[in-house]
């Protein structure tokens, strides 16, 4: 059993920066592929990054080149850097795992999901 959570949501101007942590319990959490979801209201689910368990990283398209996703193994963390936000950036963003090599794209192949944090991007 692995529990999630998310911290450091918040309001930020258009072009500012956040940094979402995950924390996560259980043991090997270096076998877990872990991922990013947003979801804003009525709009599904849809992956922001994702990293597999060797340290590879898969982003959306919007958010290339913006965001960074990353996974320290020791610390049990997963994060997403996000830079230059746009007020389209705005969700409620979700942290997910599952025991994988893969990091899958769909919210059906992750077992373990956050609470989510609430992203607000002012124009």
């Known amino acids: 059993q692995v529990t999630l959570i998310e911290s450091g949501g918040g309001l930020v101007q258009a072009g500012g920066s956040l940094r979402l942590s995950c924390a996560a319990s259980g043991r090997t959490f270096s076998n877990y592929a872990m991922a990013w979801f947003r979801q804003a209201p009525g709009k599904q689910r849809d992956l922001v990054a994702a990293?597999?368990?060797?340290?590879?990283?898969d982003y959306a398209d919007s958010v290339k080149g913006r965001f960074t996703i990353s996974k320290d193994n020791t610390k049990k963390m997963a994060y997403l850097q996000m830079n230059s936000l746009k007020p389209e950036d705005a969700a409620v963003y979700y942290c997910?795992?599952?025991?994988?090599?893969?990091?899958?794209?769909?919210?059906?192949?992750?077992?373990?999901w956050g609470q989510g944090t609430q992203v607000t991007v002012s124009s």
């Open positions: 990293i597999n368990s060797d340290g590879f990283t």
């Open positions: 997910a795992a599952t025991w994988s090599r893969v990091a899958f794209a769909t919210p059906r192949d992750y077992d373990y």
